[in-house]
């Protein structure tokens, strides 16, 4: 199982940015791909999911109507596209493989999530 992050990087607050997650290595038909962040000093946190089976998606309150998450499944890619940033979202960006997709706030669980990526940094000044 791998899992690539692409895109981060420094943008201005207010700004946009779009994330992307190459998956292999599995196939995973009832999982998921999360997006995770994780700042200095702080726990990392679950940030949206998307469906393998039928493209659900959740996402935190921290980012719901600012960050989409979608995929396109011909290139096992999985974006997160993140609008009107703020710089309370500087963090390392993670994808994660999940094999099981659950519902509602336990779709964000870490522990639920076995492969991780390396992590993109995507910083946002002010």
């Known amino acids: 199982v791998q899992l690539v992050e692409s895109g981060g990087g420094l943008v201005q607050a207010g700004g946009s940015r779009r994330l992307s997650c190459a998956a292999s290595?599995?196939?995973?038909?009832?999982?998921?791909i999360g997006w995770f962040r994780q700042a200095p000093g702080k726990e990392r946190e679950g940030v949206s999911c998307i469906s393998s089976r039928d493209g659900s998606t959740y996402y935190a309150d921290s980012v719901k109507g600012r960050f989409t998450i979608s995929s396109d499944n011909a290139k096992n890619t999985v974006y997160l596209q993140m609008n009107s940033l703020t710089p309370e979202d500087t963090a390392v960006y993670y994808c994660a493989a999940a094999p099981l997709y659950y519902s509602g706030r336990y779709s964000l669980l870490k522990e639920l999530y076995p492969y991780w990526g390396q992590g993109t940094q995507v910083t946002v000044s002010s």
């Open positions: 290595g599995f196939t995973f038909d009832a999982g998921a």
